[in-house]
């Protein structure tokens, strides 16, 4: 029997047989190889033996029973249960030899062990492959997202731009690029009256400010022009000024805007010069008479009723147009008066020039409220037609396509936003109080609620919040 060698190991040939080496080579050690490694006696194999791998291949440690153990690696896999808490050694399932065998003749045996696991490649190519196709899909979104935004109706900042608003400025028709310059009436109480000091107040003024305010002006920004009836399709006010009580008569000049009780019609709307925004106030005609000395029926319920008689109306109004319907003009009797000013209107039936004066009912209400702290001889009668059309104001901002988007996006948001309250709170200061049945009208002499606006075209982010709106 030959002698062991010298350094106390065991002979090549004493590991296995050929068979055996074969069987290593094309199935992996045989099932007890790991006692060869778990030896207890360190002189059964070279304490230099290590493993040959990359760098996922975990180092060689021995414990206390000098028994070789992976290192912690991530593959390690769970112990068997209730037996040896040791992790799997070089003879489980999963590894595998290399071709290479026991170096021969060497006083430093290594052990020829394979390269990196299959299962870290895999996992690495599955990562690569999901990140390649995320990638795909959201270049694909950018591309699509890119062309739908980019073939949509014009931003909000761009319709600033088109609409010639330059810093939250428009450049007036005189050159000036500091205010916004809207065309209002000034001769109708609770609506829009221009009061002594110069300032002018009512539902349409606030109305005004509310939309200057979204197109970024403040409110010293706002120069409001007086604005005859027959100017409003025009856009043509007056800069008048009132300084000490006296009326001092400016000059005419272009409104950017009209906010004056203008009421949509199909006649305007087809007129190239008009541009209407979508409404904001919705009214119905009406009827004033005086309380006493009279010689029209004490109460009138229809406009046939004014036959043969003297009317005053705002001349180019919807109203005029009604009246003469109704009675037939001159040839039935009927003389019609059309007005450029409301309270010439009025002035002239306490006066006895006229028999009845009628237009919109919240144009007439302010007259007959304020009527009813004077005497009988002055008080005012307001008659209740029960008319089913109703009469649509409406902001004209002419030939500017994109100004007029921009005040219909305004519109829009004070309808469809809980948190504004600034068209309810000009109708509750305005409005509202007219409604007290004061001249004994019966009905009510406007909605109580804004008109229901839909978003204008305006391009957005599919992430960007839209308001709801029902009902329209």
């Known amino acids: 029997m030959a002698d062991k060698p010298a350094d106390g190991g065991m002979r090549p040939e004493e590991l296995s047989a050929p068979s055996e080496r074969h069987d290593r080579e094309h199935h992996g050690p045989p099932d007890d190889a790991h006692e060869l490694w778990s030896a207890g006696d360190a002189g059964d194999r070279d304490p230099q033996a290590r493993w040959i791998g990359d760098e996922h291949d ?4 021995e414990d206390d029973d000098q028994r070789v153990r992976w290192a912690g690696d991530e593959h390690d896999p769970p112990s068997d249960e209730g037996g040896d808490q040791r992790v799997p050694q070089a003879g489980d399932e999963r590894d595998r030899w290399s071709g290479e065998q026991w170096a021969e003749g060497s006083e430093n045996a290594e052990v020829a062990w394979p390269g990196p696991s299959l299962k870290p490649r895999l996992r690495r190519f599955r990562r690569f492959r999901l990140s390649a196709w995320i990638a795909l899909v959201l270049a694909a979104a950018v591309v699509g997202v890119s062309v739908l935004w980019g073939s949509g109706p014009p931003t909000e900042a761009e319709l600033w731009e088109q609409a010639g608003l330059s810093n939250n400025r428009t450049k007036n028709t005189n050159g000036t690029n500091n205010k916004i310059r809207i065309g209002v009436k000034g001769d109708t109480p609770y609506i829009a009256e221009r009061k002594r000091g110069g300032g002018f107040e009512g539902f349409d003024i606030e109305i005004a400010r509310m939309i200057a305010a979204d197109l970024g ?19 043509q006010g007056r800069n008048d000024d009132l300084m000490q009580g006296r009326n001092v008569e400016g000059k005419s000049v272009r409104a950017d805007l009209v906010v004056a009780s203008f009421s949509v019609t199909p006649d305007r709307q087809a007129n190239p010069a008009v541009g209407f925004s979508k409404p904001y106030f919705f009214t119905e005609q009406s009827v004033v008479t005086m309380e006493a000395g009279t010689r029209l029926p004490k109460k009138i319920t229809d406009l046939k009723q004014l036959r043969n008689s003297r009317v005053c109306t705002l001349g180019t109004s919807t109203s005029e147009g009604a009246l003469f319907d109704a009675t037939g003009g001159q040839a039935s009797g009927t003389e019609i008066t059309g007005m450029n000013s409301l309270k010439d209107c009025v002035e002239g039936l306490k006066k006895g020039d006229f028999d009845a004066v009628t237009t919109d009912a919240a144009l007439l209400a302010g007259f007959v409220k304020d009527s009813a702290k004077k005497g009988p001889a002055e008080r005012l009668i307001h008659h ?18 994109a100004l007029r988007t921009l005040v219909d996006l305004s519109l829009y948001r004070s309808y469809a936003d809980p948190r504004d309250r600034r068209w309810e709170e000009a109708y509750d200061k305005y409005i509202r109080p007219l409604d007290d049945g004061s001249g004994g009208y019966q009905g009510s002499v406007a909605r109580a609620e804004q008109p229901c606006t839909l978003p204008p075209p305006v391009r957005r982010w599919p992430w960007e919040r839209t308001l709801s709106v029902l009902g329209c």
């Not at 975990?58 to 440690?61: A, E, H, K, M, S």
């Open 217 to 235: 002006y403040l409110p010293k920004e706002i120069e409001f022009l007086s604005i005859e009836t027959e100017d409003r399709a025009r856009m």
């Open 384 to 401: 209740d037609l029960g008319l089913e059309k109703t009469e649509m104001w409406a902001v004209n901002a002419g030939s500017n396509a």
């Open 58 to 61: 975990p180092p060689l440690v």
